[in-house]
């Protein structure tokens, strides 16, 4: 089934669809401030089809290596499973219930623990120190929300990142002016230093060198 791992994807060019947390989370601004709000994603719509224009996707830098009219290449990216029955049911497939939903804030519906794929089940067994950072700059809001919902660990902490992509990027298509997000890699890792260096430093000190 060509495109069968993301076509199907209704919130990629629906933005009503996983746009925001239900609860408060801390968001690390490009200013170089921290708020704590709802966190609502930025990310712009995207998906395989030539009515979206510069979609950002990783699909598209590997357009050029696909031997197909450029027209019909949305049609063939995104891939299939070449995968055994047995194979499939244990890492890729969930088993959803009759309340299953996508909503603003939450997927609704899901038995989280039907796959040993899935990052919401396993976190319900892991009680180590835990730090979730989450992007706004995608569209995986929610699932960070989710995956620190389902943590069993007492010490887990979260946080987004203003205007971040995937790969911690600055998303420019979500930008209202050039470069408005900032050093978006930069803030992600400090952050990510600041809170190892809390937990497993001697005097919460470390000390980050910059590559001129």
């Not at 712009?44 to 050029?64: F, H, I, K, M, W």
């Not at 809001?141 to 902490?157: L, P, Q």
């Amino acid at each position: 089934m060509p495109g069968a791992t993301r076509t199907p994807r209704l919130w990629r060019p629906d933005l009503a669809l996983l746009s925001r947390t239900r609860d408060p989370h801390p968001l690390l601004r490009s200013d170089g401030s921290t708020v704590i709000e709802v966190i609502r994603s930025l990310h712009v719509p995207s998906g395989l089809t030539n009515a979206v224009p510069d979609r950002q996707d990783r699909e598209d830098a590997r357009g050029a290596a696909i031997e197909a009219p450029l027209a019909t290449r949305p049609l063939l990216l995104g891939g299939s499973h070449d995968t055994a029955v047995r194979r499939f049911l244990s890492t890729f497939a969930s088993r959803s219930t009759p309340d299953y939903a996508i909503g603003e804030d939450r997927v609704a519906g899901i038995d989280w623990n039907f796959s040993y794929n899935s990052t919401p089940g396993n976190l319900e067994g892991v009680t180590a120190p835990l730090l979730v950072v989450g992007v706004t700059g995608h569209y995986w809001i929610v699932s960070a929300g989710t995956a620190y919902e389902h943590a069993a660990s007492r010490d887990k902490s979260i946080a987004f990142v203003e205007g971040t992509t995937h790969g911690f990027t600055p998303c420019e298509p979500c930008a209202r002016s050039p470069r408005q997000f900032g050093d978006t890699m930069a803030r992600t890792f400090d952050h990510v230093a600041a809170w190892i260096a809390a937990r497993f430093v001697p005097g919460g000190a470390i000390v980050r060198e910059r590559a001129l």
